[in-house]
């Protein structure tokens, strides 16, 4: 069973950008978002995938990613999917031999920018940088199947 362990957090500030080894465009859609799972279709340059997710709020959850044919994939979000499509720039970086992931959102989740970082085991230790800001790892409204269905344009100015 394939299980994803993982920390959200919000910026403190610009400083990460600083550090950024490379970036990669992604552009997902989600197929179905129900209580128990999100099955989503991806598409990085040339590579397409098909994952699902158990719909777990919190550190750990199931995950299951395949490739699939990148042609496939674009009628599948162009057809399929619902709206708005997530779209996002993905910028790795290294720090302290961890891997930090900072998913920077377009369209109508532009001005959206989350750090994660996914660990080998629950309670894993991690240093956490001076440019992050609060863990939002237990907040629904920051995961990216519902940032499908409810836009961070929509919230973004509610407490």
């Not at 999100?38 to 199931?62: E, F, M, P, Q, Y």
């Not at 998913?103 to 001005?111: K, P, S, T």
């Not at 230790?125 to 001076?130: D, I, K, L, T």
Request: net charge negative; proline share 4%; with cysteine.
């Amino acid at each position: 069973m394939a299980v994803e362990i993982e920390h959200k957090f919000l910026l403190a500030n610009n400083d990460w950008r600083k550090h950024i080894s490379y970036s990669v465009k992604y552009k997902q859609g989600y197929l179905s978002s129900v209580a128990t799972s999100s099955i989503r279709v991806r598409i990085s340059d040339d590579h397409a995938w098909l994952n699902i997710k158990s719909a777990t709020i919190g550190t750990h959850r199931h995950e299951y990613e395949y490739e699939i044919p990148l042609s496939d994939a674009q009628e599948i979000i162009t057809n399929l999917c619902k709206k708005p499509i997530i779209e996002k720039t993905r910028h790795i970086i290294i720090d302290d031999s961890n891997t930090w992931e900072i998913d920077e959102f377009e369209g109508d989740n532009i001005g959206l920018i989350i750090a994660e970082i996914e660990l080998p085991e629950v309670g894993a230790a991690f240093s956490m940088p001076a440019w992050l800001g609060k863990e939002v790892t237990s907040d629904h409204r920051y995961y990216n199947n519902n940032l499908a269905s409810h836009p961070y344009s929509i919230w973004r100015d509610q407490p």
